[in-house]
């Protein structure tokens, strides 16, 4: 089932530099004009992490555009690539799509190499988020076309290793999309340009933004661990609930919420943030993460954007923003459409949805993605989605060691949750840091000059 002799995985040199403080605030040249594809050539890709987020992230990529074959595959489980294939071969609109014999099924910690050297155009990095920065690299050095999931990396040192393969990045004609989907959403695109860039709220003054909602991802009964399961093995079966695999629910699912709040302010770095959380609910089994958090970032001229986020069954269920501005508010997500009211309380606007319906964003996201390598005129997503993977990080950073922690001290700090930088066996021991305890709780760096 898996590649136990796979080679080390090396995470490559996740450098802590003052230089690399300054990373999500460096201008990227971006992506160089490439050259038109013909529409005839038919375009290979493939498809890395084959769970339930890559397998839709699969259906939409290959839905957008006439000329495309789903070419290989890899995964750490065998009967995840089954699954996801299965899925995709239903589907009746994918017909003559999907070009994946067993030969070009890769298994292992080393699969997602395979498949970059079977001569694909394009890729999909849909694993679980600590493999980012690995896989980007990698990616970004072998000239493929990437479509990337969100969060790009759930730490400083993923974020620092990122933000150097973005920098290699520059001006090749390559595409770099990211699934920071709401960016790509027709209404939030429309709501915003009214709001913010039309001015139509004035100057933004606070932001409130919810990420309620259950249990996502219940931690795996350790019943079910099986004779010779290693320990990497069964918390990758349970990435979500270990931080160093997807960095808790702030940093994996309420950072499109913290996007929404960069897109809002410009995507300028906060000055600095104040965090709270915790475990309410005990976890079955040794996960690490907490399961709510409050967020408060500080930008200039005394703007602050509260971020609240909580993974809890029987509660308020809420996924809104409120910006308030000098001349009114616009709220998302708190009714079926956005909508601007000014300070009276009277309607200014409210998206309308066509006949058709909204399109759906994350089918959005794909078409623009492939449409750009067709036309050569590219898309580099690159800075902001460091960006805002680093603004939650670093909300994460102060809640779990209840400190107030500045944006460089974030980016230079030492949080650093992989393993073993120089490299991870498929057998080796591994035994994740505890829960965090805010004011016990120390990382390097943050909160030092105290």
């Not at 290793?161 to 595409?175: D, I, N, Q, R």
């Not at 005129?377 to 209840?402: C, E, F, L, Q, V």
């Not at 991870?424 to 305890?437: F, G, I, K, L, S």
Request: proline share 5%.
């Amino acid at each position: 089932m898996t590649d136990k002799n796979a080679p080390e995985v090396d995470r490559r040199k996740f450098i802590r530099t003052t230089a690399a403080a300054t990373a999500a605030t460096t201008a990227f040249a971006g992506a160089a004009k490439g050259a038109a594809i013909d529409p005839d050539k038919k375009l290979k890709v493939g498809f890395i992490g084959t769970g339930g987020r890559g397998t839709g992230a699969a259906l939409q990529a290959l839905s957008a555009d006439d000329n495309l074959v789903l070419h290989s595959v890899a995964d750490v489980f065998q009967e995840k690539i089954d699954k996801s294939l299965e899925i995709l071969n239903k589907n009746k609109s994918l017909e003559g799509k999907i070009d994946v014999p067993a030969a070009r099924q890769f298994v292992g910690l080393d699969a997602y190499q395979r498949v970059l050297d079977s001569d694909v155009d394009v890729v999909l990095l849909t694993t679980t988020p600590g493999f980012r920065p690995l896989h980007l690299r990698a990616a970004i050095e072998a000239g493929k076309h990437v479509f990337a999931e969100k969060p790009m990396a759930v730490d400083a040192a993923g974020v620092r290793h990122v933000y150097e393969t973005l920098k290699m990045a520059e001006g090749k004609p390559l595409s770099i999309v990211a699934g920071f989907c709401w960016r790509y959403s027709v209404s939030r695109r429309e709501a915003i340009r009214k709001a913010i860039d039309e001015g139509m709220i004035g100057d933004v003054t606070s932001i409130y933004a919810t990420y309620y909602s259950g249990h996502s991802k219940p931690h795996l009964d350790p019943s079910l661990r099986t004779d010779g399961m290693t320990d990497i093995e069964w918390q990758i079966r349970n990435w979500y609930n270990y931080t160093w695999l997807g960095g808790g629910g702030l940093v994996e699912q309420a950072v499109h919420s913290v996007d929404k709040i960069g897109w809002v302010m410009g995507d300028q770095s906060p000055i600095s943030c104040r965090a709270t959380g915790g475990l309410a609910a005990p976890q079955v089994g040794n996960g690490n993460i907490f399961d709510h958090y409050h967020v408060a970032y500080e930008y200039p001229n005394n703007v602050w954007a509260h971020l609240a986020s909580r993974k809890a069954p029987g509660c308020l269920n809420e996924n809104a923003d409120y910006i308030r501005g000098t001349k009114g508010i616009l709220i998302m997500g708190r009714g079926p459409d956005p909508y601007i009211e000014d300070n009276d309380g009277k309607l200014l606007w409210r998206f309308r949805k066509p006949r058709s319906g909204e399109p759906n964003m994350y089918q959005v996201e794909h078409d623009e993605f492939f449409a750009s390598i067709r036309s050569g005129d590219h898309i580099n997503d690159g800075p902001r989605m460091i960006h805002s993977s680093m603004m939650a990080i670093m909300g994460r950073m102060s809640a779990h060691t209840g400190k107030q922690v500045t944006w460089e001290e974030a980016m230079a700090s030492g949080d650093d949750l992989f393993p073993d930088e120089g490299g991870m066996q498929w057998d080796q021991a591994y035994e994740p840091n505890p829960v965090a305890v805010p004011g016990v709780t120390q990382i390097s760096g943050i909160g030092d000059k105290e």
